[in-house]
């Protein structure tokens, strides 16, 4: 029976390698037959950035990016979040602080990085 996953990612990928870490995680999820949402949070909104030139592993998350792009992956961001940083060629939600918090109450998996 297929889950639901959320991955939360909260970390400054210009400080640590978790957050391209926890996209590549994701991307594996979305390859079985989970449904996999990602939740980018502070800093991490940078990951969908098309300035990458300070991310940890940025020459790794490149790679991935045609994969996520092409597998849709769903991507949440809040609602406040300008949305001129973000490369329009993902697929991307926002929503409010409570939709956010209710999204991840309600998935039957978390990971948070």
Do not use: N
């Not at 390698?17 to 502070?42: K, M």
């Amino acid at each position: 029976m297929a889950k639901t996953v959320v991955v939360v990612i909260r970390e400054d990928p210009t400080k640590t390698h978790r957050p391209v870490e926890a996209l590549r995680i994701a991307l594996g999820l979305v390859a079985g037959s989970h449904s996999t949402t990602v939740i980018l949070l502070g800093q991490a909104i940078r990951l969908l950035s098309d300035d990458m030139g300070d991310i940890v592993d940025a020459d790794i998350l490149e790679k991935y990016l045609p994969s996520i792009r092409h597998l849709d992956i769903p991507f949440v961001l809040p609602r406040d979040t300008g949305r001129s940083v973000v490369d329009g060629k993902f697929r991307i939600r926002y929503e409010s602080d409570d939709e956010i918090r209710s999204r991840i109450h309600s998935a039957d998996r978390v990971l948070v990085f």
